[in-house]
């Protein structure tokens, strides 16, 4: 039995998120499925984390057992052949058998866009977040640092299905900044690991401070609304 990483992007658009769902196109289903016609039997796939409906990635890991001895740039070749254009196979490696993609991972980046323009292109409505209303960029850009450090995040994460089990929501945030590129705004955030919605609640928050309605007076902010998931992009997995 071999043990295969992918490194893989996709557009999240047309994406009920990653985490394979009931009568919905997610994309860890999408992977599945095609791995399925490539094995001839079902395969399992294991992301590094499982990205919401609309999120998009430059760079997600995941992993999956084969029997097949095909070799790996065949591999990469037959899957991105079988795979909508929306999801692409970026590299194809073999690992340990005991390998984990979430597990793992040491570190994650995410990014997140905000179009600040008075109107938004046709071709960028799907990877931004349009907000043309006024904001006070220097309250933005200051408080940005204050999620960095380990932290409790229960403030910012969603309810999870997996909340039961009593996981630890401390997270250490190595590096957290806001820049201004013209019209753009562009939060990047690299954490030991992220809670579900909790980079979209980030945003919001950081949006919340540039409208005053949060001081930054330090960490624990006071969570505001979470950011639509379209403006934002796992760029990349450390290991």
């Not at 990653?18 to 994309?27: D, E, F, R, S």
């Amino acid at each position: 039995m071999r043990r295969i990483k992918i490194t893989l992007a996709y557009d999240g658009t047309q994406y009920h998120g990653w985490q394979v769902q009931p009568a919905l196109t997610t994309i860890q289903g999408t992977l599945q499925d095609v791995l399925a016609e490539i094995e001839g039997h079902p395969i399992h796939v294991e992301g590094s984390g499982r990205t919401d409906a609309g999120v998009h990635a430059l760079a997600q890991a995941a992993a999956f057992s084969l029997d097949n001895p095909i070799p790996l740039e065949n591999l990469q070749r037959a899957m991105n052949r079988l795979l909508p254009r929306d999801i692409r196979v970026l590299s194809a490696e073999e690992r340990d058998a005991g390998f984990n993609p979430r597990y793992d991972a040491r570190a994650k980046t995410y990014e997140y866009r905000i179009f600040r323009g008075p109107v938004c292109s046709p071709f960028e409505r799907c990877y931004v977040y349009h907000y043309p209303f006024p904001l006070d960029l220097v309250r933005l850009l200051d408080a940005a640092p204050l999620f960095e450090g380990q932290h409790d995040f229960s403030v910012f994460a969603a309810a999870d299905d997996r909340d039961a089990e009593g996981h630890s929501k401390v997270r250490t945030i190595f590096s957290s900044v806001l820049t201004r590129d013209q019209d753009r705004l562009i939060y990047r955030v690299r954490g030991s690991g992220f809670l579900k919605h909790m980079v979209r609640n980030l945003v919001g928050t950081l949006i919340e401070a540039g409208r005053g309605n949060i001081g930054d007076t330090g960490f624990p902010l006071e969570s505001g609304a979470t950011a639509p998931a379209k403006g934002l992009v796992l760029v990349g997995v450390e290991y």
